[in-house]
């Protein structure tokens, strides 16, 4: 996993793994790469496929141990499938993990697809929410989620 580099000034940057998260509340970002075409089980009733590229999953985590916490699970490889997301990680590669203290998952969506990220699958990553496309966005680059920075 390779450190990106910020959003935004609010946005955190972990070095090469999650115990530099913070314990508080907010959004964080797991920019990955599927090498090749993958078949999920998800979303329900049909699943889907993901063709190769870079990609973007935006969570929000507001329980015990916030960010840091979700992306420890998120990041660990003996888990038991709970959401989309753990489906596309058996499959792919994290590149980088960055976390927005405070943050929203909905208005970093917004704001990648201003800029050019899009849903490849409606509904992935996001069953939970009614505002967005989906919350597992394929991007053009790394660039792009960060800024450009």
Request: with cysteine.
């Amino acid at each position: 996993m390779r450190p990106c580099v910020p959003l935004c000034e609010r946005t955190y940057q972990p070095g090469p793994d999650a115990r530099a998260l913070p314990a508080e509340a907010g959004a964080y970002a797991l920019v990955l790469t599927i090498a090749e075409s993958v078949q999920l089980p998800v979303p329900r009733p049909n699943g889907c496929t993901l063709s190769p590229g870079l990609y973007v999953y935006l969570g929000n985590a507001r329980g015990p141990g916030g960010i840091a916490a979700r992306v420890r699970r998120h990041l660990r490889p003996d888990k038991r499938p709970r959401w989309h997301v753990d489906h596309v990680l058996a499959r792919a590669e994290v590149r980088c993990v960055l976390g927005w203290p405070g943050g929203e998952e909905c208005a970093w969506q917004r704001w990648l697809s201003e800029r050019g990220a899009s849903a490849p699958v409606k509904g992935l990553g996001s069953s939970d929410c009614r505002r967005c496309p989906a919350h597992l966005l394929a991007v053009p680059d790394v660039a792009t989620v960060t800024g450009g920075r």
